[in-house]
């Protein structure tokens, strides 16, 4: 089996390739940027994307910033997903962290940082209010008849497999109306017994109508139609890998999950306090 590339730069923007006589050359200007682990994002495209529904759909799955995209669904000719249709992708999880984030009002976007403050400590305060549902929304005492919000975000490094982009790593983030999907699939992990990226899944799109608005998330399932594991032992190494890198990414305090640009969506449930996972 041919060893894949499993690096964080994409090689292919908007579909096109880098020029060959790029591709030997010296990497220069980015030692900074070393400093800094960003993965690039996976992204389901919502009615309120503005600029992306220029291109896209609503409902189509993308990876940001390159808006490469993953999944188009299959639709009707009234433009809503097919039941049954396409409408999946596999995946194998990599790496995974939780995250807590305090949000500014979404009144002030433009005017200040999405996030106001960012923590991958489970002992924060901001985690105790992101998980009641009483506490999670305050005053903003900087910006009168402002709230701020604290959120907890389910983080997952992923490699798309069966897929032009396998092996290029991956965010995929669950929080506010989809951390429910997110907990789902930190409980189907668990259930399988085994090494975290020795396991493969499926992302099925799917439509959210709540007394909130509606929208578009990505439930995870075991897969039907291949193995829900990974079964070549050379790939099963390099995916081991790719977990050690991020662990030490995670650890060091490197790794950075690409929240900002996502869209500001219902938050109906609330968070229930989640074991370690």
């Avoid at 020029?19 to 682990?37: H, V």
């Amino acid at each position: 089996m041919a060893k894949k590339d499993t690096s964080l730069d994409v090689r292919k923007i908007a579909g096109i390739e880098m020029p060959d006589f790029m591709r030997d050359q010296e990497i220069k200007g980015t030692d900074a940027l070393d400093e800094f682990i960003i993965p690039p994002r996976i992204k389901v495209v919502q009615s309120q994307s503005t600029k992306l529904l220029e291109t896209f759909k609503a409902g189509d799955v993308i990876l940001t910033p390159t808006n490469t995209i993953i999944l188009e669904p299959e639709r009707d000719d009234r433009d809503k997903l097919v039941e049954g249709g396409k409408r999946t992708f596999n995946f194998v999880p990599l790496f995974f962290y939780p995250e807590w984030a305090t949000w500014h009002d979404i009144k002030l976007k433009g005017q200040v940082p999405a996030i106001k403050y960012r923590t991958t400590d489970p002992t924060d305060p901001i985690v105790a209010k992101s998980r009641n549902s009483d506490l999670r929304e305050e005053d903003d005492p900087e910006h009168p008849k402002m709230k701020l919000r604290h959120v907890e975000h389910f983080n997952y490094i992923v490699s798309l497999i069966d897929h032009e982009l396998e092996g290029q790593p991956a965010l995929l983030s669950f929080s506010r109306g989809e951390w429910k999907s997110g907990s789902n699939f930190a409980s189907l992990i668990k259930m399988r017994r085994a090494s975290i990226f020795g396991c493969i899944f499926t992302a099925v799109v799917g439509f959210r109508n709540g007394k909130l608005g509606d929208w578009y998330g990505l439930d995870i399932v075991n897969p039907s139609t291949r193995s829900p594991w990974v079964t070549d032992k050379e790939q099963y190494a390099e995916f081991e890998s790719v977990h050690e890198t991020f662990k030490d990414h995670y650890a060091s305090s490197k790794l950075k999950a690409a929240l900002e640009d996502e869209d500001i969506g219902p938050d109906e449930a609330a968070t229930a306090a989640s074991e370690e996972f």
